[in-house]
């Protein structure tokens, strides 16, 4: 296992034994809180929702007792994954051993969270090789003194990859591995409300070596984002304004040593027309830039190809992706018509052209939470990982597929229709700014012993030149995605419980001899406690089916194993 590998994984249970007695608790508002329609719109800037207005859902309340609950587990299982559609490997039969930690450390001070599963998949029957996975999602959030916390997540997850279920030698994706901290400071000062935050990211990618994989080209990327605000509600103005800016910049340590920067400024005024609805504006300037080292190129200027593939040179002058730099400005309003209903929309100039942007969340009946968001921002692989990190619930439940052991793309929050879903950000790995366009909707809640959760999303992305000058045969790509997640348990009694999980997922991408790929799946899982304290059986069966061109596959599979949690 690489230092890498082992560095990113092991921040993932690291994170249950970060709490200590030294912190307070609690964090900035939750996002769309009451402060916004009293006048503290957060700042849209030129990448993602900067740290600084980022704030968490499915929080908590003040902790009388600490509490800890810290379940590590080991696992045996045995597996058989049959392709319907024929080949030279059509059945092949596997075990697999497992070792994770699900767990949650609460005290006065410090909420941390971490679920995180490795895997060993030894083949028995086919001519494929033994593969490793490390899956998991973790979070600290800790209070430092009164208005000064620090948060910190990590994330390792497959990405990249089309087939919704995987066993040994059928993997089409990379391992991805990602880990951010920082600190945030929300406090008062007389009237005025003062945010600021920073966020140090690392996003790592190993492509295991598959045939097409990015992460190869990828390598690593180090992301630094920062913003401050300050602002006042309505009261002693009969308008509430918040100035604020933003920093952004990812360095990759690609093939081509890609760099994207983006800086903003603004300032935004809240309106109270009534009592459920406000009017919103803002205006301000942004700063958008990506470059690349050039290729190495002959005497003549002409592109060299080394094995099949174009070499950086770092003595030639850099090449210039995306640039934008001008006025910002928007409007929109902020509707609350009741306690359980909130909607924003917005509309106009941003990142290089017309921008619409909102957001929507909704507590249904019964215990049942929606939320929607519709966004435009301009970044790049790795920021757009680190933010959702970032933007990881305080408290969370990170539902694992039965067959993969992985968690299904989603994490949902603990209030209903809370949460985040990575599989936009995982989809397609590249070292290439983009401006995205897309929407992402969720669903969660519980019910009795139901549980459910789904997450949906569509993307639209538009990369800056891989290369420019005189290599007009690489225009900008662009890709699409959709994918949707669906997931629902249900406790049958004491010691049984049931769950079924799928997920459908489009991609497609304008790349030369590029194929569509077009995946569905589904698993149901069986749990089954026993007499015996911490032992469980697990039983899960799954078929899938990816269609991209020439490939049409459908795969079956099943597992039978034991758990031992201690």
């Known amino acids: 296992m690489s230092m890498r590998r082992l560095l990113c994984a092991g921040a993932?249970?690291?994170?249950?034994?970060?709490?200590?007695?030294?912190?307070?608790?609690?964090?900035?508002?939750?996002?769309?809180g009451d402060d916004e329609l009293a006048g503290e719109a957060p700042p849209e800037g030129a990448s993602e929702t900067p740290p600084a207005a980022s704030r968490r859902r499915g929080g908590r309340q003040a902790v009388a007792h600490p509490r800890a609950e810290i379940r590590p587990y080991v696992e045996v299982n045995a597996g058989v994954s049959a392709d319907l559609s024929g080949g030279d490997d059509?059945?092949?039969t596997y075990t697999s051993v497992a070792a994770g930690v699900d767990g949650r450390v609460e005290t006065r001070r410090v909420t941390a969270q971490a679920s995180y599963r490795y895997e060993r998949s030894i083949a028995i029957d086919g001519e494929v090789g033994d593969e490793d996975s490390h899956s998991g999602v973790a979070m600290v959030h800790a209070q430092i003194a009164p208005g000064l916390s620090l948060d910190a997540g990590a994330l390792a997850a497959r990405g990249g990859g089309g087939a919704p279920l995987a066993g040994p030698g059928r993997q089409s994706s990379g391992q991805v591995f990602s880990a951010?901290?920082?600190p945030t400071l929300s406090t008062q000062a007389g009237p005025l409300e003062v945010n600021a935050a920073y966020r140090l990211g690392y996003v790592h990618v190993d492509d295991d070596g598959l045939a097409g994989g990015s992460g190869g080209d990828f390598g690593d990327a180090v992301v630094h984002n920062a913003s401050a605000s300050v602002g006042m509600g309505p009261g002693r103005l009969p308008v509430g304004w918040t100035v604020g800016g933003g920093y952004v910049r990812e360095e990759s340590g690609g093939d081509f040593d890609n760099r994207f920067e983006a800086a903003y400024v603004r300032g935004d005024v809240v309106f109270p027309v009534g009592p459920t609805l406000a009017l919103t504006a803002g205006i301000g300037y942004e700063d958008i830039s990506s470059s690349q080292s050039d290729v190495?190129?002959?005497?003549?200027?002409?592109?060299v190809l080394i094995g099949g593939r174009f070499v950086a040179d770092p003595t030639r002058p850099r090449l210039r992706g995306l640039s934008n730099s001008g006025l910002i400005y928007d409007g929109g309003i902020i509707w609350r018509p009741t306690p359980r209903t909130e909607l924003q929309a917005r509309a106009g100039h941003r990142n290089g052209g017309t921008a619409v942007t909102g957001s929507l969340r909704h507590q249904l009946p019964r215990g049942l939470g929606l939320s929607a968001q519709v966004y435009d921002s301009v970044g790049t692989t790795s920021t757009h990982i680190v933010n959702n990190l970032n933007a990881l619930p305080t408290e969370f439940?990170?539902?694992?597929?039965?067959?993969?052991g992985a968690f299904d793309g989603c994490v949902f929050g603990?209030?209903?229709?809370?949460?985040?879903?990575?599989?936009?950000?995982?989809?397609?790995?590249?070292?290439?700014?983009?401006?995205?366009?897309?929407?992402n909707v969720l669903l969660s809640g519980t019910r009795g012993p139901w549980s459910f959760g789904l997450g949906a999303g569509y993307a639209h992305r538009r990369y800056s030149a891989l290369f420019e000058g005189d290599i007009t045969a690489f225009d900008p790509l662009s890709d699409e995605s959709f994918v949707v997640n669906a997931g629902v348990s249900r406790r049958l009694g004491r010691f049984s419980s049931m769950s079924i999980d799928a997920v459908a997922s489009w991609f497609d991408s304008d790349?030369?001899?590029?194929?569509?790929?077009?995946?569905?799946?589904?698993?149901?899982?069986?749990?089954?406690?026993?007499?015996?304290?911490?032992?469980?059986?697990?039983?899960?069966?799954g078929i899938s089916h990816t269609n991209s061109g020439l490939l049409d596959s459908t795969i079956l599979q099943a597992l039978i194993g034991l758990r031992y949690t201690f």
Do not use: K, W
Not at 17 to 24: D, I, N, S, T
Not at 296 to 303: E, H, K, M, V
Not at 414 to 437: E, K, M, V, W
Not at 515 to 523: A, D, L, Q, R
């Open 12 to 32: 993932l249970a690291a994170a249950l034994f970060a709490a200590g007695p030294g912190f307070a608790q609690s964090g900035p508002p939750a996002d769309g």
């Open 397 to 404: 439940n990170a539902n694992r597929n039965p067959l993969t």
């Open 511 to 541: 790349r030369v001899a590029f194929e569509p790929v077009f995946s569905t799946g589904v698993t149901a899982g069986y749990y089954r406690s026993f007499l015996i304290p911490g032992l469980q059986l697990n039983a899960a069966l």
């Open 90 to 92: 059509d059945v092949l």
């Open 180 to 182: 951010y901290a920082g």
């Open 296 to 303: 190495l190129r002959d005497s003549n200027g002409a592109p």
């Open 414 to 439: 603990r209030d209903p229709g809370t949460g985040i879903c990575f599989d936009q950000a995982l989809q397609a790995l590249s070292n290439a700014s983009f401006h995205a366009r897309g929407a």
